[in-house]
């Protein structure tokens, strides 16, 4: 079945540093979305990208769907503290369920 | 954006006993529905798909006599846990899918707060 795999599984910053984390799937995904989940919350959409090499910016946050629709990142610019959760890609497989990343927790040091 | 809830949004229970979550959208209605489980530290994963005045579709290793789905409205959903037992503790989140539009992009889904499972 399609498999969604996200790297990396942790990354430790210091405040101010870049961050990005990379999604990539074993097949072509009709779109890729993105989702942050705070400690102990719920995940919380973050956008939705749907054409080939689409780039989409929300503030510090930057993301990008490949040209082959397989892979996508997200990048953070100097990271905040607020920034802190853990960061999930997601795609819709043939069946049209949405499939998630393994995630990537992202931890700030002040 | 569209909300969808949760009840309630965490529950201890003895091992042996069931338990009922319940999943709601609250201004919109949602023909599907989902249930995930996310295990400390790792992903969400899907248990099933639950369409409305029809049976779920479980994903693999999913035991659907244990995890009993019935979704009989388009704002209401409810996953049951049956005979609980300790390694059914975990974090189990509904989302709710509306669509606004045609193709891929006139789909949005929602995810509702979560309901914490402890099975002591």
């Known amino acids: 079945g399609q498999q969604v795999m996200q790297i990396p599984q942790y990354q430790h910053v210091q405040e101010g540093e870049d961050f990005t984390t990379y999604c990539n799937s074993s097949t072509t995904l009709s779109n890729i979305q993105w989702y942050k989940q705070r400690p102990g919350g719920h995940p919380v959409f973050l956008i939705q990208?749907?054409?080939?090499?689409e780039v989409k910016k929300q503030k510090r946050l930057t993301f990008q769907f490949g040209e082959a629709k397989k892979n996508s990142s997200l990048h953070i610019t100097a990271t905040q503290t607020t920034d802190v959760g853990t960061y999930f890609c997601a795609g819709h497989n043939q069946g049209g369920k949405l499939i998630f990343g393994q995630g990537t927790e992202l931890s700030v040091k002040p | 954006g569209a909300v969808v809830s949760q009840h309630p949004s965490w529950v201890i229970c003895k091992s042996g006993t069931s338990v009922k979550i319940e999943c709601r959208s609250l201004?919109?209605?949602?023909?599907?529905m989902f249930w995930y489980r996310q295990f400390p530290k790792q992903s969400l994963m899907l248990m099933a798909t639950s369409n409305e005045g029809s049976k779920a579709t479980y994903e693999q290793g999913v035991e659907k006599d244990k995890f009993l789905i019935n979704h009989a409205s388009l704002t209401l959903s409810t996953l049951t846990v049956t005979s609980a037992h300790p390694e059914d503790s975990s974090f189990y989140i509904c989302?709710?899918?509306?669509?606004?539009?045609?193709?891929?992009?006139?789909?949005?889904?929602?995810f509702g707060p979560g309901t914490r499972l402890t099975v002591t």
């Open positions: 201004d919109f209605q949602a023909t599907t």
């Open positions: 990208l749907v054409k080939s090499g």
């Open positions: 989302s709710a899918r509306r669509r606004v539009g045609p193709g891929v992009r006139g789909v949005e889904q929602y």
